[in-house]
């Protein structure tokens, strides 16, 4: 299994920035694909976007163009690099590992951004 760990959440101004880290620990040779969801309050755990094991990266349209995937492999990290962060971008964020035999979530880091 991996397990995962979701840092750099907090609250922000609407404009500002912000970096989530995803530290990753297990059996990293075996995940294929890792992605960032988020949960808004009363709503369902959308895609926000993935990057492959190849390094190619997808996004979802409400972030395209703000967001940045991005991983450093020699420390196991994901990053999720937001810029002209929105109030509709306020939800708890999650971390996903995909395998061919497993699929890990991390705990969550809160995003608020304020109007």
């Known amino acids: 299994q991996v397990h995962l760990v979701e840092s750099g959440g907090g609250e922000v101004q609407a404009g500002g920035s912000l970096r989530l880290s995803c530290a990753a620990s297990?059996?990293?040779?075996?995940?294929?694909?890792m992605g960032w969801y988020r949960q808004a309050p009363g709503k369902q755990r959308d895609l926000v976007g993935f990057?492959?094991?190849?390094?190619?990266?997808n996004y979802a349209d409400s972030v395209n163009g703000r967001f940045t995937i991005s991983r450093d492999n020699a420390k196991n990290t994901l990053y999720l690099q937001m810029n002209s962060l929105k109030p509709e971008d306020t939800a708890v964020y999650y971390c996903?590992?995909?395998?061919?035999?497993?699929?890990?979530w991390g705990q969550g880091t809160q995003v608020t951004v304020s109007s």
């Open positions: 297990g059996i990293i040779f075996s995940v294929n694909l």
């Open positions: 996903k590992a995909v395998g061919s035999a497993m699929t890990s």
């Open positions: 990057i492959t094991r190849t390094g190619s990266t």
